[in-house]
């Protein structure tokens, strides 16, 4: 089945640091991939929409500027947390979809990155 | 874009059925009804999907009401593991591609 890969699983660093999460699809390719935050004990929120090769899409309210996005091969996806602070801290979680096959395929997520900002 | 309504949680004794409830009563004519879980700290995991008629796999049966204005998960033989939070998703497409909108989904505690 899809297979998406999330890497680092748990990152803690200071206030201040940049941080830079992968996401990759390991038996697919995926045009778009998707990155969601967690708070604790609140559902996934949909921070930006990847796009292989241009330019990602930002939700309202979201700093494109602090949360850096790059897609650039079918398969690999990152997202930097520029200049990180405690309040960045959270459950970031990457998604992609199968690009062929139709419309409705699923989305498969990783297992998402934990960040905690001391 | 299609809401959905499900209860916040729901207790299920291990080895019975367990029936995830859904409304969607805004539903469009070609949205996907999606069902995911999430263990705790962990990414969601894709369940199953459905247009209108019921679909099943190994891990769920989906039921749609003709109307399609709501679905039912069912866990056949609910086990231990199964106790996570259960989203139901109808999805939305945009310009940026079909993004998933998470609501609060459904507490499932399954209980020995």
């Known amino acids: 089945g899809a297979v998406v890969s999330q890497h680092p699983s748990w990152v803690i660093c200071k206030s201040g640091t940049s941080v830079k999460i992968e996401c990759r699809s390991l038996?697919?390719?995926?045009?778009?991939m998707f990155w969601y935050r967690q708070f604790p004990k609140q559902s996934l929120m949909l921070m930006a929409t990847?796009?292989?090769?241009?330019?990602?899409?930002?939700e309202q309210g979201v700093e494109k500027d602090k949360f850096l996005i790059n897609h650039a091969s079918l398969t690999l996806s990152t997202l930097t947390v520029t200049s990180a602070h405690p309040e960045d801290s959270s459950f970031y979680i990457c998604?992609?979809?199968?690009?062929?096959?139709?419309?409705?395929?699923?989305?498969?997520f990783g297992d998402g990155t934990r960040l905690s900002i001391l | 874009d299609a809401k959905t309504t499900q209860p916040p949680s729901m207790d299920c004794a291990e080895g019975r059925a367990a029936n995830l409830p859904c409304n969607h009563s805004t539903i469009s004519g070609n949205e996907y009804v999606y069902w995911y879980r999430q263990i705790h700290s962990q990414g969601p995991q894709y369940i199953i999907h459905?247009?209108?008629n019921n679909e099943t796999n190994e891990m769920a049966s989906l039921i749609i009401t003709e109307d399609r204005k709501s679905s039912t998960l069912i866990l056949p033989h609910a086990t231990l593991r199964d106790t996570a939070v259960y989203y139901c998703i109808v999805r939305v497409a945009n310009n940026a591609g079909n993004m998933l909108t998470f609501g609060g989904g459904t507490r499932l505690m399954v209980k020995p």
């Open positions: 459905g247009l209108k």
């Open positions: 998604s992609a979809r199968v690009t062929a096959g139709g419309g409705n395929q699923p989305q498969h």
């Open positions: 990847s796009n292989e090769g241009s330019k990602a899409t930002y």
């Open positions: 038996d697919f390719q995926a045009t778009t």
